[in-house]
């Protein structure tokens, strides 16, 4: 019996090994790599490869790199919230008012922007609140406004909408998904206790909810802080963000230790924040993702 | 609540709905209000080899990132659903990591590697970092395909006679094709949509993301990329629709119900 386990573990191991080994090659090594990189430095081409903490030293000694990490949490931040707050409604009429026949259809609708170019979309925000703009040119036309509002374009409000534009279905499929695993007795069992509709969805509904909640706040979270297209194309000067940064160091000051220290240090930072929020989350509202 | 996710959909294919709008718009500006009706900027797209070429290398790269990570994701999903290893769950969960990694810590980290072994960059490069990504995304489509067989099936095919071999190609390659398509379309579809690894490793050879990137720095040529742009998005909702349709189909076959959806 013994055997047929080891025997059955062996085979699984063999079977993951292609996949797990492509992983380690192509994520595991280069992430070690990076952190390397960031202790060492570079003079246009050449690479000293001593040790050194200098790259951490100036991060965080010149006011640009933590004014861009402060600029890419916040942004990331205000993303989540507005995100997590809009989807929520719609992954809930999915969940409880929609006819289960029909609720892959609207997944299916609300995933199809998704998968179009992101490019593209982050473009098409750019040409809808630009100057000349959809937005705009169409209030100038209707005549509600006589010359184009501009803060709506190349500063952080522009980055915030097309942001959480881009990850709606990101934050909507977890809340969905959570929302199907409650049991509809439960709410049943409460509203027959006495509890009225806004009670039961605050008591029951919500802290049963919170798994998704929670998933919908890191998927969104964590990929926003490395986004570089659109505060690159809507942002404007006061809109970049530290991907930017760091691509500008490999790419353009031809600085990679610098752009690797920067990579490091906006990971641990995202690392630091999602793990607090989890554990205040297990803390206070005893969720278990 | 109704009315608010009808407004929700709206929100999230308001700027898709213009790119059409705009590529039959006879202007050279992309504003309202709209100047009447043209195919001119469909007409000059096969015209312009740099963007005909990068075509084929999209195409190129997508085709050998969706045979690969759907291939390593055959593998992943497999061990993942029938076998219990050491180590399974660390396994998986590195695997599975660049779904939530941004992608230009992908992207950097592999440049940095490349360059340093020497190795010049390329469509190769582009594709690793491609398969990379695409491999979480193929494993959850698989996950469900390989959930939905009854293992008394492949049992009985051994009982029977047949091989470890002959049982996979015979039992279990029809029963997962659907998820299997599902998975090289996805997997396709991605890469030929994705930026920024393509924008750090593609080097002299362009993806199509990547020549878009470079042409909107010119307002004159906006008209041939909302047309560009028009096909793209067609292309990818059909790939999508058809993936969405064996999907589901896989899952009615194994007597599943249809709900949820990709991810």
Redesign the interface.
């Known amino acids: 019996m013994a055997d047929d386990v080891s025997h059955n573990s062996r085979r699984g191991l063999l079977l993951v090994s292609p996949p797990f080994l492509t992983t380690l090659v192509l994520l595991a090594g280069p992430l070690g790599a990076i952190i390397l990189f960031s202790f060492w430095t570079q003079d246009y081409l050449t690479l000293n490869t001593d040790f050194t903490i200098k790259n951490y030293v100036e991060a965080a000694q010149d006011p640009i790199y933590g004014l861009l990490l402060g600029r890419s949490l916040l942004v990331a931040g205000a993303v989540t919230l507005l995100t997590v707050i809009t989807a929520f409604p719609v992954a809930y009429f999915i969940s409880f008012h929609v006819k289960p026949s029909r609720k892959s259809l609207w997944l299916f609708l609300i995933t199809i922007p998704f998968w179009t170019s992101y490019l593209i979309r982050v473009f098409l925000w750019k040409v809808v609140l630009g100057f000349n703009g959809v937005i705009n040119s169409g209030l100038i036309e209707v005549g509600i406004i006589d010359a184009p509002i501009t803060f709506i374009l190349y500063n952080l409000n522009a980055v915030i909408i097309t942001l959480a534009h881009a990850f709606a279905p990101f934050a909507i499929l977890p809340i969905f998904v959570a929302l199907e695993k409650i049991d509809r007795a439960l709410l049943e069992a409460s509203r027959d206790l006495g509890e009225t509709r806004v009670a039961t969805f605050f008591r029951v509904t919500l802290p049963l909810a919170m798994p998704g909640l929670v998933a919908a706040t890191l998927i969104v979270f964590i990929p926003v802080i490395g986004d570089y297209i659109t505060p690159r194309l809507v942002g404007g000067p006061g809109g970049l963000m530290i991907a930017n940064m760091i691509q500008t160091q490999f790419l353009k000051l031809n600085n990679a230790p610098m752009g690797a220290a920067l990579a490091v240090i906006s990971m641990v930072a995202v690392t630091v924040i999602a793990t607090l929020f989890v554990w205040l989350n297990r803390r206070f509202l005893k969720v278990r993702s | 609540?109704?009315a608010?996710?009808w407004a929700?959909?709206i929100?999230?294919?308001?700027?898709?709905v213009?790119?059409p709008l705009?590529a039959f718009n006879d202007s050279t500006?992309?504003?309202?209000?709209l100047q009447g009706f043209t195919t001119k900027w469909f007409v000059q797209l096969p015209t312009i080899p740099a963007l005909t070429s990068s075509v084929w290398t999209s195409v190129k790269i997508a085709s050998i990132t969706a045979v690969l990570s759907t291939?390593?994701?055959v593998?992943?999903a497999?061990?993942?659903v029938?076998?219990?290893?050491?180590g399974?769950r660390p396994?998986?969960g590195?695997?599975m990591?660049?779904l939530?990694?941004?992608?230009?810590?992908?992207a950097?980290?592999?440049?940095?590697?490349f360059?340093?072994l020497g190795l010049s960059i390329g469509s190769w490069s582009v594709i690793?970092?491609h398969?990379?990504i695409c491999?979480p995304f193929a494993?959850s489509i698989l996950n469900s395909s390989f959930q939905n067989i009854d293992p008394a099936l492949e049992e009985a095919s051994l009982d029977l006679g047949e091989t470890r071999v002959s049982t996979f190609y015979r039992v279990t390659l029809p029963l997962i094709w659907p998820g299997l398509i599902a998975s090289l379309l996805i997997s396709f579809?991605?890469s030929?949509?994705e930026?920024?690894i393509a924008f750090?490793l593609s080097s002299t050879e362009p993806t199509l993301?990547v020549y878009?990137?470079s042409q909107?720095r010119f307002p004159t040529k906006l008209p041939v990329?909302m047309a560009l742009?028009t096909l793209?998005?067609c292309l990818?909702?059909l790939l999508?629709a058809l993936a969405?349709t064996l999907r589901?189909r896989g899952l009615r076959k194994a007597g599943q119900?249809?709900?949820?959806?990709?991810?």
């Open positions: 609540m109704r608010y996710t929700y959909l929100f999230l294919y308001a700027p898709i213009l790119l705009f500006t992309i504003a309202f209000p291939i390593l994701g593998c992943a497999r061990a993942a029938r076998y219990r290893f050491i399974k396994i998986m590195l695997i990591l660049p939530v990694l941004p992608e230009i810590i992908v950097v980290s592999l440049l940095v590697v360059l340093q690793a970092g398969t990379l491999m494993i579809t991605i030929l949509d930026f920024i750090f993301p878009l990137w909107l990329v742009g793209l998005v990818s909702i999508l969405e589901r119900s249809t709900e949820g959806g990709f991810l």
